[in-house]
């Protein structure tokens, strides 16, 4: 190189303006370096390219898992409110039987006073038939006469 | 409004200051059929609070009284609402959205005119802001929903019911401005269903000017409580906790720790000790058909360190009228023909008033302490079931170690003998005894297994004469392999069916200790009983 090209390239290098052929499209990197540089862009896209792939089988297991996580939530409320329709249905069927228990205890005391009753009547009955003839027929009388004409 | 209409009714009482945010809430829910009834109880603030309200116009009902108290107001509002569902909400709480469409659309599903609905909750402060949320136990309270009143649970202002429930039991009683809420949900409890539903439904506020911190309300309070452990009867308080003692004990802890009511869970504690001993007893006793062995029987009886109330004396006529009526303890007759066990047990039962019922056949005697030391655990410990080890045969038959939860276990070996169990009454009232007259008397344990907990008490309480439960292993079986419920339980019916080829030939007694199903406890029952065999 000239003494006159080699002082202008190093004032390019200096000021960072292009030399004349640059500025003319003169090749002045090597078939070496070109060669370098393609397989590193090459590389560079296959690169690019596997990490797309990747990502496209990561977003679309990503969809399958939020569908998944979706519809597993799904059953879960379902499950969750046929829980509590249950155990709705299970307050009402123990209540139920609660109040079943309160009813039978009342007619279970209700019949008990009603067959005290009638044991005291039968007593009462026995007791009169008991009785001389004589003695308690006339008190009968005078109160069913009193209750007919008072 | 049809049928799914809802009246939400707000009584408010110089309650400016925080109205407007409840009518917003109600307004809010989404349900189209609901009426806002704002009932003014006489405010005296120089018309502040009508004026809250009336800026909401004709999109709320707005009716006045002279200030009688929430209960009245909340009774006017019940006369007036035009809904068939009634909600009621404080001037100072909040609805949550949706709390209206998701209670109406429980009841839809539910269609029954007596469950009144309630719900979680959440707290919020003067300002407004969440401070903590009140959510229950839904499956507790599902298996036992009277203890949403028992246990103090139940906010007004979460239910949702129908105006025609609360007007059937009585409306709000004005005699009690400050428990009047309480009051109503104990006449539901015995009336109708309180169903929990498990979501937060209200923000309840909590605020310095609130009536219920105020000294009358707390005294209104007591007196509410005291009523409540006084009326409670011995069936319901079984019903919630086992036996009346362990109502009072859970009830005094409650209001001890959840309730500013010290005074009346000392009295609970207080009643609870006395509660056992003050229990009422009947004994039912199978009289049989040898006279002298039923005079036996019942002097047993009546030399119990504890007389039971009465006692229920079944059998023939004859037999019955040669015992008569006189004795230590009250005596009843139930004469019968019938020969069936359960038929004559249920016929005695039937007669019981008593809380706790022993049951007894002639020939068999009770041991003196019987009926002092079975009522004395079964109430302490709030079991609905018990039996006892017995002597037969001079021997003692340790069946006593049998007890828990001992459902399926039970079907392969039943060791309860009729004349060592004692049961609550309620047991008989929930129609799970004696109702099958030709099923073994087996049958009635297992049913019971299968529902609540066996109390197995180790000391020898009854005399034996022939113990019955080796007969029925044959009749048992066959019971069993007719029963939905319990057939499929196979390894305790192939351990029942060893059993019982092991009764018939001796040498087959080995295989069937050596049951691998079989555990410890349980192979010492079986040798237990057939030595007593």
């Known amino acids: ?150 | 409004m049809g049928d799914r209409s809802v009246t939400i009714a707000i009584p408010v009482h110089n309650g400016a200051n925080y109205l407007g945010e409840a009518i917003e809430s109600a307004l809010c829910q989404g349900h189209p059929e609901t009426e806002i009834i704002i009932v003014d109880d006489g405010s005296d603030d120089d018309g502040q609070t009508l004026a809250v309200a009336r800026a909401f116009g004709d999109r709320i009902r707005i009716l006045q009284q002279p200030n009688e108290g929430v209960a009245v107001a909340l009774n006017t509002a019940l006369a007036c609402a035009s809904g068939r569902l009634f909600s009621w909400l404080s001037h100072d709480d909040l609805f949550e959205p949706g709390k209206t469409e998701r209670q109406v659309q429980i009841l839809d599903t539910l269609n029954r005119d007596d469950v009144c609905l309630f719900s979680d909750l959440s707290w919020i402060d003067a300002s407004g802001h969440i401070t903590g949320e009140q959510r229950l136990n839904l499956a507790m309270l599902a298996r036992n929903p009277r203890l949403a009143f028992y246990e103090g649970l139940i906010n007004g202002c979460t239910i949702l019911a129908a105006r025609d429930l609360l007007l059937r039991v009585g409306g709000f009683d004005a005699r009690y401005p400050h428990t009047q809420d309480y009051r109503m949900w104990w006449r539901l409890t015995r009336e109708a269903h309180f169903v929990h539903v498990p979501h937060c439904l209200l923000r309840s506020r909590l605020h310095p000017d609130q009536g219920s911190h105020r000294h009358d309300a707390l005294s209104e309070n007591r007196a509410f409580w005291s009523d409540v452990l006084d009326e409670t009867s011995e069936v319901e308080a079984a019903m919630v906790d086992g036996s009346r003692e362990r109502f009072l004990r859970r009830t005094g802890g409650f209001l001890r720790y959840r309730s500013p009511n010290r005074r009346v869970a000392d009295r609970a504690d207080l009643t609870a000790q006395s509660c056992a001993a003050e229990a009422s007893v009947s004994v039912v006793i199978d009289v049989g058909s040898d006279l002298e062995a039923a005079r036996r029987t019942i002097d047993s009886v009546e030399g119990q360190t504890r007389l039971p109330n009465e006692m229920i004396l079944v059998g023939d006529a004859s037999i019955l009228h040669a015992l008569g009526r006189d004795g230590a303890c009250h005596r009843v007759l139930r004469p019968t023909q019938k020969r069936q066990i359960p038929t004559r047990l249920r016929y005695g039962l039937t007669a019981t008033r008593g809380g706790y019922v022993a049951l007894l056949m002639a020939p068999d005697v009770f041991a003196p302490e019987k009926i002092a030391r079975q009522v004395a655990r079964m109430s302490a410990l709030g079991c609905l079931a018990s039996h006892s080890s017995y002597c037969s045969g001079g021997e003692t038959v340790a069946t006593g170690s049998f007890g828990g939860r001992v459902y399926p276990e039970i079907v392969g070996d039943c060791h309860v003998e009729i004349s060592t169990v004692m049961i609550h009454r309620i047991l008989f009232l929930s129609g799970l005894l004696f109702m099958d007259e030709d099923a073994p008397l087996a049958s009635n344990w297992i049913e019971v297994a299968a529902r609540h907990e066996w109390l197995g008490l180790e000391e020898p309480l009854s005399v034996i004469e022939a113990p019955r439960a080796p007969e029925e292993m044959a009749p048992l079986l066959t019971w069993l392999r007719a029963s939905a419920q319990h057939r499929h339980h196979a390894a305790q019916m192939g351990r029942l069916e060893r059993r019982l080829a092991g009764t018939l030939t001796p040498s087959t007694h080995g295989k069937d200790e050596r049951d691998a199903g079989a555990s410890r406890p349980m192979r010492a029952l079986a040798e237990g009983s057939y030595a007593a065999a």
């Not at chain 1, 089988?57 to 998944?68: D, Y």
């Not at chain 1, 039987?97 to 026995?126: F, G, Y």
């Not at chain 1, 003839?133 to 008190?139: H, K, L, R, V």
């Open chain 1, 1 to 150: 190189m000239p003494l006159r090209d080699l002082l202008q390239r190093g004032r390019a290098l200096l000021t960072r303006s292009p030399t004349e052929d640059e500025a003319a499209g003169i090749a002045v990197t090597s078939a070496a370096d070109c060669e370098a540089i393609e397989g590193l862009l090459h590389e560079t896209q296959r690169r690019l390219a596997v990490a797309d792939q990747r990502l496209a089988i990561l977003e679309s297991s990503n969809r399958t898992a939020v569908r998944a996580v979706r519809r597993f939530l799904q059953d879960r409320e379902r499950l969750v409110a046929e829980r509590e329709a249950a155990l709705i249905q299970l307050s009402i069927a123990v209540g139920d039987r609660q109040r079943t228990m309160m009813l039978n205890e009342h007619l279970l005391t209700a019949l008990r006073d009603s067959e005290e009753a009638r044991a005291r009547l039968e007593d009462e009955k026995r007791d009169l038939r008991q009785q001389p003839a004589g003695s308690g027929t006339p008190a009968v009388l005078t109160v069913e006469a009193g209750s007919f004409t008072g």
